[in-house]
């Protein structure tokens, strides 16, 4: 197969890394794509960072073995535990959620101070705030755990009364705190960007890391020559290591198109 037609791969633990997907779609639609769902051991979040790092080299020799020219690691988790260690695994570029979105927040504050909301593992690994400070140390980064958003977007509640005071009750902790940039650090997150927008108000941009990542990606295939110029319809191919049924109803949702060629795999032992 020539070099540029191969496909990217991406993996997540479960259904949220496809708003990156999803991204990546509209970013470069051109692109074959193969996403790997680890939707039989989701959450990362609570494991320790063994075992995330065995989790993700998993997932990652899997999806090499599809031939990939790239690949993306579309969870928050794995990308503040393995980036590094998959990156040194692999002879291709490896893009992780959390530094497209740190660079951005850095690009997009004003007054230099940023909020970063996610889950509770995210926003206790410090990860968003580590990568904001490695490029500017005057930034004052202002973390929030928001864990009932998960659970809402995933019963497809993304707007209405219940949401927006759940958000509001969260929101106001950092809303008085002078941020002008947020930054959304779970990829659920985005179903909800219209909600915490108007709860935020409107001198506080939101940096969606999945619309980061795309355009990182973009970026790089230009730089290395490897963007896919042929027009034909290019592969979408999904795989998941639990029931694919929970998978589609919530998925098409985040994807925000129909899932046909999904296969249940194992991955590891």
């Known amino acids: 197969m020539n070099k540029k037609d191969k496909p990217i791969g991406v993996f997540d633990s479960g259904i949220g890394g496809l708003t990156v997907l999803k991204e990546i779609i509209k970013e470069l639609p051109n692109e074959g794509t193969i996403y790997l769902g680890d939707t039989a051991r989701v959450p990362y979040g609570i494991r320790s960072q063994e075992t995330v790092i065995r989790y993700s080299f998993e997932n990652t020799k899997f999806l090499f073995s599809k031939d990939i020219k790239l690949l993306v690691?579309?969870?928050?988790?794995?990308?503040?535990?393995?980036?590094?260690?998959?990156k040194n695994?692999?002879?291709?570029?490896?893009?992780?959620?959390?530094?497209?979105?740190?660079?951005?927040?850095v690009?997009?504050?004003?007054?230099?101070?940023?909020?970063?909301?996610?889950?509770?593992?995210?926003?206790?690994?410090?990860?968003?705030?580590k990568a904001i400070k490695a490029i500017d140390k005057s930034i004052e980064v202002l973390g929030l755990s928001c864990p009932l958003f998960v659970p809402l977007v995933e019963e497809g509640w993304?707007?209405?009364?219940?949401?927006?005071?759940?958000?509001?009750?969260?929101?106001?902790?950092?809303?008085?705190?002078?941020?002008?940039?947020?930054?959304?650090?779970?990829?659920?997150?985005?179903?909800?960007?219209?909600?915490i927008a108007?709860?935020?108000?409107?001198?506080?941009r939101l940096i969606d890391s999945a619309v980061e990542t795309s355009h990182e990606i973009k970026t790089i295939l230009d730089v290395i020559d490897l963007k896919r110029e042929q027009k034909g319809i290019p592969l979408?191919?999904?795989?998941?290591?639990?029931?694919?049924?929970?998978?589609?109803?919530?998925?098409?949702?985040?994807?925000?198109?129909?899932?046909?060629d999904i296969e249940k795999i194992t991955v590891g032992n």
């Open 89 to 105: 695994s692999i002879p291709i570029p490896v893009i992780g959620v959390i530094e497209p979105g740190a660079k951005a927040a």
């Open 158 to 195: 993304t707007a209405g009364d219940i949401v927006t005071l759940i958000a509001k009750r969260y929101l106001e902790e950092i809303k008085d705190k002078g941020i002008d940039t947020v930054v959304l650090g779970c990829t659920h997150y985005p179903l909800l960007k219209k909600v």
């Open 107 to 129: 690009r997009a504050t004003r007054n230099k101070k940023i909020g970063v909301i996610g889950t509770e593992a995210t926003v206790k690994s410090n990860s968003y705030t």
């Open 236 to 260: 979408r191919r999904f795989y998941v290591t639990d029931s694919p049924e929970r998978f589609l109803k919530v998925g098409e949702n985040f994807l925000g198109r129909k899932i046909e």
């Open 198 to 204: 108007g709860v935020m108000g409107e001198g506080v």
């Open 73 to 86: 690691i579309a969870c928050n988790t794995a990308s503040s535990v393995s980036l590094e260690v998959i």
